[in-house]
């Protein structure tokens, strides 16, 4: 284990967060397209940033960084890691931060087309996804957790896990249309909205089902417990914000101006949407570390073992 | 490399392809009336009859909802200029609705021909729409099909001119403070399309587009007059802007020869003189509204 490229891989992870909010702010505040072109902004690599030019290239000079850094670590795990599907990671998280950055400028030369600022948006998550991983990956917990006993006559975890990743990724997705379905004067549709609330509700049991399934399984299991407690938590956190994010976005369309609290709302349960993904990825993969498949012996994979020298 | 990097290199450079090839074709390009979409094209049947006019009010009932201050910090230059800007979606002074457009939407002229079989010669001056103290100025303005509008920058700032029509071609462009004036056309006939300012959210105009020049869009005192209109009968149209899809009222008027018509309309609360409000005016915003539930 190589405890700097873990702590790097923690701060490019950490810097996608902020991404991610950087990026919210810009829908929040519709100034998707304060400048025309791309990668430029009104031709220029610096521009005045005033008015919603502030939010949207703000945007892009966090996204270039995030880039930067993405680029360093790759070399990093290409250099100091001997997985080689951990190495594969690293190139699949730069290619991820490449194409959304060429999704991001598609987005702004075609003006804003539904289908392209979802699929910008939900690839902002799974690009969070990658980059959480890798730092959950080249963490020392994940190369010294100890395998557990396998499951008898439950459901297993691995699929409750995967079935509540899978509920969130969709409701990620059918958030980020939602988002960019209406600005902030318009009314949002009614079946999105309705969906939107649906997912919702299908999360909380698949989530909550899970976590209740880990706590009550392996309650003195802190590699376990953590992510599994952190996920419920930051949903309970999550349902509040998006019926905040609803009220707020209800009056938004009566204001001459996105205003806050509806533009601090709305980001922050973008924010928090990323979190519950990001924790629920935590856990399944840890679940996936040290719970067997299901039906099969158990013996340390030499997948998920480390040959760190 | 192996196999499934491969696949991944290919992917992102197909995609990097499409953004370039995206970006060279200009996303803010031009729409200044291109002969295919000319509306006037054809065989043209010219009025050269007897006209009258059409002329009223339009008045607001009730008590008006009263104008918000708009927050211009975001760029100190607006505030400087204009640091009493407020919104303009409903402007009543004496119970008189500006900013109201009223046109001639269909009707039969005193010949008993369609008014829709004429063509009108596309005018040679142009419309123009300034950008002075952080708002448009008009708010509400009518051009023909191919007419020129001329766009102007009277700030001190940038501004970022975005019309997002549903029948012509959409586009978005930045104006610097200094820039010359953009000129564009519009060559379809549209009610209305709404003009943004990406850079400065609260700034909205909008921009009756007709195939034919009997429009005007009320004053300050509510009036309007309209003339040289063929004499007949036609569907005359307000449009005032509110809520998700505008509001319009209509109203059958005679255009005696040589003479006038009066049409008067009311918008608010207790209007009376007015008929069912129109949804088709902007058909592209016709979500079912959680509002409307």
């Known amino acids: 284990m190589n405890r700097g490229l873990n702590r790097f891989a923690i701060f490019v992870a950490c810097a996608t967060f902020f991404l991610i909010i950087a990026g919210a702010l810009v829908t929040s505040n519709a100034a998707g397209l304060a400048t025309p072109d791309w990668p430029l902004s009104n031709g220029q690599f610096f521009p005045k940033m005033v008015g919603n030019l502030f939010w949207e290239h703000g945007h892009r000079m966090v996204a270039t960084t995030v880039g930067m850094l993405t680029i360093v670590l790759m070399i990093y795990i290409l250099r100091k890691e001997k997985r080689q599907w951990v190495r594969r990671l690293g190139i699949f998280a730069l290619l991820a931060v490449i194409a959304q950055g060429l999704l991001g400028g598609l987005t702004v030369k075609l003006m804003l087309p539904l289908a392209v600022s979802s699929a910008h948006a939900t690839l902002a998550q799974l690009f969070f996804c990658t980059t959480v991983s890798l730092a959950v990956f080249t963490s020392r917990s994940w190369i010294e957790a100890r395998p557990l006993p396998q499951e008898k006559g ?109 533009i601090s709302i709305t980001v922050a349960h973008v924010a928090c949407g990323a979190l519950v993904f990001v924790s629920t990825i935590v856990l399944t993969l840890r679940t996936y570390r040290v719970l067997p498949a299901p039906g099969k012996v158990l013996r340390r994979s030499t997948m998920f073992i480390a040959p760190q020298p | 490399m192996n196999k499934q990097t491969k696949v991944w290199l290919v992917l992102s450079i197909a995609l990097s392809l499409l953004a370039l090839g995206s970006a060279c074709g200009g996303g803010t390009s031009t729409n200044n009336g291109g002969p295919a979409n000319n509306s006037n094209a054809g065989p043209s049947l010219l009025y050269s009859g007897p006209t009258g006019s059409i002329s009223g009010v339009v008045s607001y009932n009730g008590t008006p909802p009263a104008p918000k201050k708009i927050d211009t910090t975001a760029d100190p230059v607006c505030g400087q200029k204009n640091p009493n800007l407020m919104t303009e979606d409903t402007v009543v002074k004496d119970g008189k609705l500006a900013n109201t457009f009223i046109y001639i939407k269909e009707g039969t002229t005193a010949d008993g021909k369609k008014f829709a079989d004429y063509t009108w010669a596309t005018p040679t001056d142009e419309v123009q729409l300034d950008q002075n103290g952080c708002h448009y100025v008009p708010h509400v303005l009518g051009v023909q099909v191919n007419q020129k509008l001329k766009i102007t920058n009277s700030d001190a700032t940038q501004h970022n001119i975005h019309p997002t029509p549903k029948l012509n071609q959409e586009w978005n462009q930045t104006q610097a403070n200094g820039a010359p004036p953009i000129e564009k056309a519009f060559t379809r006939a549209e009610i209305l399309i709404p003009v943004k300012c990406n850079q400065h959210p609260w700034m909205k105009s909008y921009i009756g587009v007709l195939k034919h020049p009997f429009f005007k869009v009320s004053g300050a005192d509510g009036a309007y007059t309209i003339t040289g209109v063929p004499a007949g009968t036609y569907t005359v149209v307000a449009w005032r802007e509110g809520g998700a899809t505008g509001e319009e009222k209509t109203m059958q008027v005679t255009v005696p020869a040589n003479g006038s018509a009066k049409a008067d309309f009311s918008f608010g609360g207790a209007a009376t003189s007015s008929t069912t409000p129109s949804l088709k005016m902007m058909p592209a915003i016709e979500f079912p509204m959680l509002g409307k539930h």
């Open chain 1, 154 to 262: 439950t459901l297993p975890l691995r699929y409750l896990c995967t079935a509540a990743l899978i509920t969130i990724f969709l409701q990620l997705i059918i958030g980020a249309t939602l988002r960019h379905s209406a600005t902030w004067d318009e009314h949002l549709p009614t079946e999105l909205v309705l969906t939107h609330i649906g997912g919702a509700l299908a999360v909380t049991i698949t989530l909550g089902s899970t976590a209740f399934a880990v706590l009550r399984r392996h309650p003195n299991e802190q590699f376990l417990t953590r992510p599994a407690t952190l996920a419920v938590l930051l949903l309970v956190v999550q349902l509040a914000l998006g019926i905040a994010a609803y009220m707020t976005r209800l009056k938004s369309p009566k204001d001459p101006q996105p205003l806050n609290p509806m």
